[in-house]
């Protein structure tokens, strides 16, 4: 994955805005979360000052001071970490972060460990490496420190607590919202409560025609771009407003909102608000952490389940928040020709919210040109087959021509790669022979029998593979159609009408065609045993079976 370059350290300025100094490392780890990053050793405590984040480069001394440093491709255990750690000691870093290796700590970086003020912190394996130095930035750009009495009985993360305390250090109802206009938390608010607060709180979001108003006010711009309070005045509908943007350096976390509750807003509210955005800020980081950190945490636990061998399934299972021996099913969707990759990322966009949705626990996992979908609960079975018609539903209203492929139900999540890899072989069917949008093994039962003799035998029959090859070297150099042509004659059973017109030429030129690939190949179409495997050649290639669409 491509990191950007470190950015420049926070200005003694800029930290004095915020109405503090540089962070500490403990500070930043605790915004970020332990779970996210585990400290496994600081010899010089978690109160050092740190300057920013970025990515380790041994030969950039100068920009390593004072930072936390990210260090993709190395883990715990690979030999060369401890020299990723001295040489970032010698550069000053405060801290350097490594992947878990699957064999702990090596005894080398342990004693490297022990010898230098750098600290050692390890990674959480279902965060990206883009996703921690992005969360790590914002988390260090908050260099003040919120005013004790407006925060110390709140919790990290507690944001109805949160607006509770805003409200009462504003002197008006507060409404925190993402940068969508979703509302995360709000205050109790007083009977007199205007109109538009009732709706805003029932709907969990600003009404759609107010954002619009808002937007087209130049208000909404005026907002993200200001880093100061902004004022909405009263007009006939509504009271007064103020609103703040929440930011972390330069990323935008939020909004807090002041509403007069029941009375004017008191003459200090813009001051109380500045201070409130600046409370809010870890608040806010923390709730988006615990936002993205639970969907990256499911993505890491399906994609282990098919893949890992053998996968934690005991874990998978908590992350997931079903039983280990539950039964599950993977559906596998796919588009069945090429599409723009644009309209493809929409489509299965889509279709995860659809699987979101879905009645029972389902989790979807992208794997290129394919999105696979884990059902896990007991009698699952007619509500998997419904699930595939309306995934092959939404991804048809994408512009998608679908293909859904069921695997087979087995006992347990530590079975789900094999349900996978079944839904991969009803897949391949689909695409390779055509057939229905939805499918499962039993609906292609023959088909994918004769897929696996093909793939069994073929390579054990030399003499079919050089007809074959004949064939199509013949056909590349002169173009003519003779692969397509002896295939069309085995799959109509040698009825020459059926083969000519499917192939659009005469009867005669037909038979031209078979003798002359008789004669180039050695072969006696004539003879069962030829016919059997040149067919099992022409099935290798793809030549047979015939496209459906245009079999009679």
């Known amino acids: 994955m491509q990191l950007s370059p470190p950015g420049p350290p926070p200005s003694p300025d800029a930290a004095a805005a915020h109405g503090?100094?540089?962070?500490?490392?403990?500070?930043?780890?605790g915004v970020v979360g332990p779970d996210v990053l585990e400290v496994l050793r600081a010899p010089c405590g978690t109160?050092?000052?740190?300057?920013?984040?970025g990515v380790f480069d041994e030969g950039e001394t100068l920009q390593a001071r004072g930072r936390i440093l990210i260090v993709p491709g190395v883990d715990t255990s690979a030999p060369g970490?401890?020299?990723?750690?001295?040489?970032?000691?010698?550069?000053?870093?405060a801290a350097v972060v490594l992947r878990r290796g699957a064999q702990g700590i090596a005894p080398s970086l342990a004693e490297a460990a022990d010898e230098v003020s750098t600290a050692l912190l390890a990674r959480a394996p279902w965060i990206e490496w883009g996703e921690l130095i992005g969360l790590l930035r914002a988390a260090i750009a908050r260099t003040g420190t919120a005013p004790a009495e407006a925060s110390a009985d709140v919790a990290l993360g507690d944001l109805?607590?949160?607006?509770?305390?805003?409200?009462?250090?504003?002197?008006?109802?507060?409404?925190?919202?993402?940068?969508?206009?979703?509302?995360?938390?709000?205050?109790?608010?007083?009977?007199?409560?205007?109109?538009?607060?009732?709706?805003?709180?029932?709907?969990?979001?600003?009404?759609?025609?107010?954002?619009?108003?808002?937007?087209?006010?130049?208000f909404l711009t005026t907002l993200w771009a200001s880093g100061d309070v902004v004022h909405r005045p009263a007009d006939a509908r509504f009271p007064e407003r103020l609103a703040v943007a929440v930011r972390a350096g330069d990323e935008i976390l939020g909004s807090l909102w002041a509403a007069a509750d029941g009375e004017p807003l008191p003459s200090g509210a813009r001051d109380a608000l500045r201070q409130a955005a600046v409370i809010a800020v870890p608040h806010l980081l923390h709730?988006?952490?615990?936002?993205?950190?639970?969907?990256?945490?499911?993505?890491?636990?399906?994609?282990?389940?098919?893949?890992?061998?053998?996968?934690?399934?005991?874990?998978?299972?908590?992350?997931?928040?079903?039983?280990?021996?539950?039964?599950?099913?993977?559906l596998t969707a796919a588009a069945a020709a090429a599409i723009a990759p644009d309209v493809l990322d929409r489509a299965f966009?889509?279709?995860?919210?659809?699987?979101?949705?879905?009645?029972?626990?389902?989790?979807?996992?992208?794997?290129?040109?394919?999105?696979?979908?884990?059902?896990?609960?007991t009698g699952a079975g007619d509500g998997v087959d419904r699930l595939a018609r309306d995934l092959a539903a939404v991804l048809r209203g994408a512009g998608v021509r679908p293909l859904v492929a069921v695997g087979p139900a087995v006992g347990g999540l530590g079975d789900a790669a094999a349900s996978r890899a079944g839904a991969a072989q009803v897949l391949r069917v689909l695409r390779e022979r055509g057939g229905p949008e939805t499918a499962g093994a039993e609906d292609v039962r023959f088909a994918m029998d004769a897929l696996r003799v093909t793939d069994a035998v073929a390579e054990h029959v030399p003499s079919a593979a050089d007809a074959v090859a004949a064939l199509l070297e013949h056909d590349e150099r002169h173009g003519t159609d003779?692969?397509?042509?002896?295939?069309?004659?085995?799959?109509?059973?040698?009825?020459?009408?059926?083969?000519?017109?499917?192939?659009?030429?005469?009867?005669?030129?037909?038979?031209?065609?078979?003798?002359?690939?008789?004669?180039?190949?050695?072969?006696?179409?004539?003879?069962?045993?030829?016919r059997l495997l040149v067919e099992l050649g022409l099935r290798r290639a793809g030549l047979i079976p015939l496209p459906s669409t245009t079999r009679n």
């Open 20 to 29: 503090g100094g540089s962070p500490t490392l403990g500070q930043a780890v």
């Open 287 to 330: 709730h988006r952490l615990r936002s993205r950190s639970a969907a990256s945490r499911r993505r890491y636990a399906v994609r282990a389940l098919f893949e890992e061998r053998p996968p934690d399934v005991a874990a998978a299972a908590a992350v997931l928040g079903v039983e280990a021996g539950q039964a599950c099913t993977v």
């Open 160 to 218: 109805p607590g949160l607006a509770l305390a805003l409200a009462a250090l504003v002197g008006g109802a507060i409404t925190v919202e993402d940068p969508e206009s979703n509302v995360l938390a709000y205050s109790p608010t007083a009977d007199t409560a205007d109109p538009l607060r009732r709706l805003t709180i029932l709907g969990r979001r600003v009404p759609s025609w107010r954002v619009t108003e808002l937007a087209e006010s130049g």
């Open 47 to 53: 109160d050092v000052p740190v300057s920013g984040a």
């Open 81 to 93: 970490a401890a020299g990723v750690l001295r040489a970032a000691d010698r550069a000053g870093a």
């Open 482 to 530: 003779l692969p397509r042509t002896v295939a069309a004659h085995l799959v109509f059973f040698g009825d020459a009408a059926a083969t000519a017109r499917y192939v659009g030429i005469h009867t005669n030129t037909l038979r031209y065609r078979l003798r002359r690939a008789g004669e180039l190949c050695g072969i006696d179409l004539t003879d069962p045993d030829v």
């Open 349 to 377: 966009h889509l279709a995860s919210l659809r699987v979101a949705a879905h009645h029972t626990p389902a989790f979807a996992h992208r794997d290129g040109d394919r999105l696979d979908v884990l059902v896990a609960g």
